[in-house]
């Protein structure tokens, strides 16, 4: 590699905020980056870039397929170009694509485990969905393998009181129902361990694909506690009260065929084809008006919200969508016999 693209890549401001490079010029990229090539093999952690006027992390198009395998050795040759700047999330990556958000539960070594830093970010990531244009669905997924999420820390529990373990309760309640009305799709696409905090996870998204090596389940009871996140109350909706107890009473575990089955999940796919295929469903959902989606969600959310009148809402979302610019545009597309161009607005 000549000199002259290691002279502009000195001037170029790297951050570090997950385990994904962020570049924030990349009019250089084209010939500065074709030596980090030699770095790539097959692993999950992929590079992105940032642009600073959007603000929005892109997937650099020149080299979809590239991919950083040893970060020692590449931070140790470029350190001198990599700014001091602390993390944004030391829990999660977050992959964007063509309006596509993939979230990832990044704590493989604890089979993604959730703990507080996972909740707090979590939160931090639902108030940039939901603000946000440039996200219109979402999914969540876990790094590596083994596990979605494979259940709470319990590292966490020991030495607990009652009212510390009824408010990390609320907590997690809270932040999962945060993702179960956000206005945009959120689909969890579950690879391998779905259990305990991590099944109640799975659940509170809209809906679920699965890979043929995932698992679900509610274990709590082996511990001598109950589920804290929803689960006793989301996994009878989903599946029904007489599996649902027998479930949360046995700490059985079911696998994605019979997860399927049972209603849990909408697809079951291999694992290495779950994202690509998660994605081609939200593709779809992406091409229609965000504005009604987002009524379709908040009136089948009423359905188990007692408070609510889920037909009156009906009425009410019908009604909204006639003042809204896709509808006209809906409308006219179909008499004129073209394709419809949702603004969302």
């Not at 000199?3 to 000195?10: A, D, M, T, Y």
């Not at 950083?68 to 964007?96: C, E, G, H, N, R």
């Not at 590596?144 to 820390?153: E, I, L, N, T």
């Not at 992406?286 to 379709?296: D, E, F, I, Q, R």
Request: proline share 5%; charged share 20%; with cysteine.
């Amino acid at each position: 590699m000549s000199n002259e693209p290691l002279r502009k890549l000195k001037k170029i401001r790297f951050v570090m905020p997950f385990p994904g490079l962020l570049i924030t010029d990349y009019s250089f990229c084209y010939q500065a980056l074709s030596f980090f090539s030699t770095l790539s093999r097959a692993i999950h952690h992929s590079l992105f870039i940032t642009h600073p006027a959007i603000g929005h992390h892109l997937t650099f198009q020149p080299f979809p397929g590239l991919l950083i395998t040893d970060y020692s050795l590449f931070i140790t040759q470029f350190s001198p170009i990599f700014a001091k700047t602390p993390p944004m999330y030391q829990t999660l990556l977050l992959l964007p694509e063509n309006g596509i958000l993939t979230v990832v539960i990044n704590r493989a070594d604890k089979l993604n485990a959730l703990n507080k830093e996972v909740f707090n970010e979590l939160n931090l990531v639902l108030d940039e969905i939901e603000k946000s244009p440039a996200i219109k669905s979402v999914i969540i997924t876990g790094a590596g393998s083994k596990a979605f999420v494979a259940g709470a820390d319990i590292t966490e529990f020991n030495g607990m009181s009652k009212e510390e373990a009824m408010a990390v309760a609320k907590r997690g309640q809270d932040t999962f129902a945060r993702i179960e009305n956000s206005s945009k799709p959120i689909v969890a696409a579950v690879n391998g361990f779905a259990l305990g905090g991590g099944c109640e996870l799975a659940m509170s998204c809209h809906f679920r694909v699965a890979a043929e090596n995932a698992k679900f389940g509610q274990p709590e009871v082996n511990l001598g506690l109950i589920p804290g996140y929803g689960g006793t109350q989301r996994l009878v909706q989903l599946i029904g009260k007489g599996k649902a107890m027998e479930l949360l009473m046995s700490a059985h575990m079911i696998d994605a065929n019979e997860a399927k089955a049972l209603g849990l999940v909408n697809y079951v796919t291999t694992p290495e084809t779950l994202l690509d295929h998660t994605r081609k469903i939200l593709e779809t959902i992406n091409s229609k008006a965000p504005l009604a989606v987002a009524g379709c969600i908040k009136a089948a959310n009423a359905v188990y919200d007692e408070s609510k009148d889920g037909y009156a809402l009906e009425i009410e979302e019908f009604g909204n969508a006639f003042d809204t610019e896709d509808m006209k545009e809906g409308v006219n597309a179909f008499l004129e016999k073209r394709k419809a161009i949702f603004q969302g607005k």
